[in-house]
């Protein structure tokens, strides 16, 4: 698997959903023109406004905004995450997994981090050991962010590696209270305190297990021995 950009998925997602909506908006006002001279097509011009007006509005599925929103997180944590390069880290993103994508695979000296990026408004806290967010728990997104961490496990295991994958769910737009909070298999943190809270991690990790981390996360369920990556190669993009 060749490394991809951050937040690639939402990206071509946003595009394509934003393409249908301009495309029904152009047919329609070109329906419209047209029907100054033949009234008939007044009616699925405006049939196909409407529909244009419909599928756009908010929380519907081509609906691109949503994805812009979390397009924007996505490069606003790899940015962080590129920052601590000089720490030793290699930030992998947008890591398909055949069935979704993980945001953030970061591998460094204090480990392995699957991270997953939330663009939220409001406000998130911890209740009774679980996740809230607005006033209601949030089960889906820590649950997001273990499934992430257990792919990753996968991976490191299919090419020989028994290494542990830290959870961690960052929280962009919505102040984290509390910051970092553990709950019991992720960590919850807000973007602004993501850096200072991976560089206190204690170090675990030699730079020859990282190199083959990354391979193997990269490479899925092939073996690191195929074609091993270097880590200090420059990230092709």
Excluded at 99 to 128: C, Q, Y
């Amino acid at each position: 698997m060749v490394p991809r950009r951050a937040g690639q998925w939402l990206r071509g997602q946003f595009w394509w959903r934003t393409a249908v909506v301009f495309g029904l908006l152009l047919l329609s006002v070109l329906l419209a023109i047209l029907g100054t001279r033949w009234w008939v097509l007044l009616v699925p011009a405006s049939a196909i406004l409407a529909l244009t007006w419909k599928v756009s509005e908010g929380k519907t599925r081509l609906d691109p905004v949503p994805y812009l929103k979390g397009l924007r997180g996505e490069i606003a944590v790899a940015e962080i995450l590129e920052d601590l390069g000089q720490y030793g880290y290699r930030a992998l993103h947008d890591i398909d997994t055949g069935h979704g994508n993980i945001d953030h695979v970061l591998v460094g000296p204090a480990g392995v981090f699957a991270i997953e990026t939330k663009n939220w408004s409001g406000a998130v806290w911890m209740k009774r050991g679980a996740l809230v967010r607005n006033g209601r728990e949030d089960r889906d997104a820590t649950a997001q962010a273990v499934r992430s961490a257990m792919e990753v496990k996968r991976r490191l295991r299919r090419a020989g590696l028994d290494v542990w994958v830290d959870a961690i769910l960052v929280s962009v737009g919505a102040p984290v209270k509390g910051s970092p909070l553990r709950l019991r298999h992720v960590t919850v943190v807000s973007s602004g305190d993501l850096g200072a809270f991976i560089r206190r991690c204690p170090e675990r990790m030699a730079k020859p297990g990282r190199d083959s981390a990354v391979a193997a996360i990269l490479r899925g369920d092939l073996p690191v021995t195929v074609r091993p990556i270097s880590y200090d190669a420059p990230d092709p993009r």
